[in-house]
């Protein structure tokens, strides 16, 4: 072998060798995460993922991590095809479609108890921003059943049309008042990108061309109202970053466009500062179960930096996911999975997993 061929493997098999010993902790910490999420979050009987498993309310996002859920497993199983991950997104899935079979046709409640009867209501912008986001990235995946596209389309259209009649308000089961958060309506950051992107990707996921005007109707005035993003955190800006990512796949025309990829990328940027509440976690001294007890410090030292890693990798540029990529990497080799009683951060991050994976910024070996 000539020496200037094996001066040019030696560094490639270094490489090579540190990328596998480098993979190993984020393959094993993946494995831990899912068997978490699934076997102790996603219960049996209703398919429902609770919010905690304890020390607060189970039923209080399911609609919305339940469909950001079904988002990851969605974008898991377009890298695996394996028969596990099917299964978990069709249990989810169905946990999904049920908070939709509660209340009045459209109506999609916060969560459902084990009793398949008791539902919590008051749902917001934020669970049917979860709930629509994670229908349309199954039904895009390829994973859907022709049976299970019709249901899906035939869900997004009932939602619609009793936002429409609402006036895009979000009311309570009754109709007798808009809920807490439930302005829909407002020309405002987080409510417009929401709106739009119900009714752009309800137009493609319905088949329905009557969405097509309205969407450019509710539209032309929501134009101006993307940002500012300075006040928000990452647990805001996670769900507005799921609503631009569908209006960037589904919006074709390049001069709108265009608006909605310079948002993403002002949106990445204001996430860039909240990955370093990371390092408080590996700082603090107490035992796991008081730093995981603790909210405040759970918020900003777990749930802000997984959540600030999902949206960089959903909406960022190159540059920007390289930034959060260390993050990812850290929490899925340290995070204590096993002791998590909320399953937000678990869920950010398996989301991110899959978007790093789709991007080529994970080796593709490994177990998962």
Not at 284 to 295: N, T, V
Not at 339 to 364: F, I, M, N
Request: hydrophobic content about 40%.
């Amino acid at each position: 072998m000539t020496r200037w061929r094996t001066q040019w493997l030696v560094p490639a098999l270094v490489a090579a060798l540190l990328a596998q010993a480098g993979a190993a902790p984020v393959d094993d910490g993946i494995g831990r995460l899912r068997r978490e999420i699934a076997t102790r979050m996603v219960r049996k009987g209703t398919g429902i993922l609770v919010t905690r498993t304890a020390h607060g309310d189970p039923l209080e996002d399911t609609s919305l991590y339940g469909g950001f859920y079904l988002g990851a497993l969605s974008l898991a199983w377009g890298e695996t095809r394996d028969a596990e991950t099917a299964s978990l997104a069709r249990r989810v899935l169905a946990g999904l479609l049920l908070n939709a079979s509660m209340g009045e046709p459209g109506f999609v409640a916060r969560g459902v108890a084990e009793d398949r009867t008791t539902f919590r209501g008051e749902p917001s912008a934020d669970q049917y921003t979860g709930f629509l986001y994670g229908l349309w990235e199954f039904q895009r995946s390829g994973l859907a059943t022709a049976a299970e596209l019709r249901q899906i389309g035939d869900v997004w259209q009932v939602v619609l049309k009793r936002l429409q009649r609402d006036g895009w308000q979000i009311l309570t089961n009754d109709r007798s008042k808009v809920t807490r958060y439930g302005k829909l309506a407002g020309i405002r950051p987080t409510r417009s990108e929401r709106l739009l992107s119900f009714a752009l990707s309800g137009a493609v996921v319905t088949g329905e061309r009557s969405w097509w005007p309205e969407y450019e109707r509710l539209r032309i005035p929501r134009m101006r109202s993307l940002g500012p993003w300075e006040r928000f955190e990452s647990w805001v800006l996670i769900q507005t970053a799921a609503s631009l990512r569908m209006l960037c796949v589904d919006e074709e025309r390049p001069g709108v466009l265009r608006l909605y990829a310079e948002t993403s990328h002002e949106i990445a940027a204001k996430c860039l500062p909240q990955l370093t509440g990371w390092a408080a976690f590996g700082s603090d001294k107490r035992p796991i179960p008081g730093r995981l007890g603790d909210r405040t410090f759970a918020l900003r030292a777990i749930r802000i930096p997984a959540e600030a890693v999902t949206t960089i990798l959903l909406l960022g540029n190159d540059e920007q996911a390289k930034h959060a990529l260390p993050v990812l990497r850290e929490m899925l080799a340290q995070m204590p999975f096993e002791q998590c009683h909320d399953s937000r951060p678990l869920v950010a991050l398996e989301w991110a997993y899959w978007l790093a994976k789709r991007r080529g910024l994970l080796p593709t070996g490994g177990k998962r």
